[in-house]
């Protein structure tokens, strides 16, 4: 029996313009992925160093670095959501693709919530999900645009605090609305920043993997069929842990994991089965000050974004 059959979906952490051109086809109609995540991270890279930008970017001299990049990253979108539309269609819970509202808006509710629906209705496909992140007014911005109809992904979660946060400011009522949600538990994070801290190499690392099991654990328990954990952040950048080791040890029933392509083809390679979560989850994490890890993670991920963010506006008309 497939993972997808047993509840388990991968999704694509990876957008690019040639890339779906060929690649991305080629994996979503081999059954291999079931939808796909962008942030301003990958799209800086893709913007500003792939050559299949280059004529539209030349078309669109003369205009605001932001009408630039919406109008490429739009178009990548778009395409993304018609390649899903079929596979979206068959039971409305895979075949999104996620695109973030500007990082630099996150501390302002207001202005997020207008360009997120700006965004949602000129982008104009069923299967786009809004992004997200976590945060004081993330929340509040999560709450009107699913009221407005538009699917949500929370990103940059890290603690079960958020989780719970999301989950009350997205369906407070536990609403059986039509549009879904995925809640992006961020995993290998933890990770490199405790081998920071204690100056180790360990080749299996459990604290990523346990807190994400443990915000998992609360999102079945809400018991919303709209609302799906996503795992994120599970490449890896270290040698001396196996490449897909962030899948093979989440691969849980109702979940999602999103992976950097290098970690999707090693999966591929591998035989692996459906887990279930760890019993002594609560007496491991209590090991760890993971509210102040938490706080200082999702601070360390709101800069990375809006400083990708703003060194491919300064740089995309060049």
Known sequence: MSLRKCGFS??????????????FRELINNGVIYGATSNPSIFANAILKSDA????????????????????????????AEIMLPL??????????SIEIDPLLCDDAPKSIDEGRRIYKEINMPNVMIKV??????????????????????TLLFSAQQVRNALDSICNNKS???NKVVL?????????????????????????????????????????????????????????????YYISNLLLKNSINTAPLDTI?????????????????????????LE?????????GLNAFKISFEDMLKNISK
Do not use: H
């Open 10 to 23: 991968l999704w694509c952490d990876f957008i690019e313009r040639d890339f779906l051109d060929f690649e």
């Open 53 to 80: 930008y280059t004529k539209d970017k030349d078309n669109l001299k003369g205009k605001k670095a932001k009408e630039i990049y919406e109008n490429l990253a739009f178009s990548d979108i778009k395409k993304a």
């Open 88 to 97: 979206w269609k068959i039971d409305n819970d895979d075949g999104f693709i």
């Open 133 to 154: 992140p976590a945060t004081n007014a993330g929340f509040e911005i999560m709450n009107e645009l699913y009221k407005s109809g538009i699917n949500i992904n929370a």
């Open 176 to 178: 059986r609305d039509a």
């Open 184 to 244: 992006s538990v961020f995993v290998s994070r933890f990770d490199r920043l405790l081998e920071s801290i204690n100056k180790t190499q360990d080749s299996n690392p459990k604290l990523g993997i346990y807190n994400a099991m443990n915000c998992y654990n609360l999102i079945q328990d809400f018991g919303n069929p709209n609302i799906r954990v996503l795992f994120a952040s599970t490449g890896v950048k270290d040698d001396f842990i196996a490449k897909d």
């Open 265 to 289: 083809r090693t999966f591929m390679n591998n035989s692996v089965d459906m887990i279930t979560p760890s019993s002594d989850i609560d007496t491991y994490l209590s090991n760890f000050d």
């Open 292 to 300: 102040a890890m938490s706080k200082e993670l999702l601070d360390d």
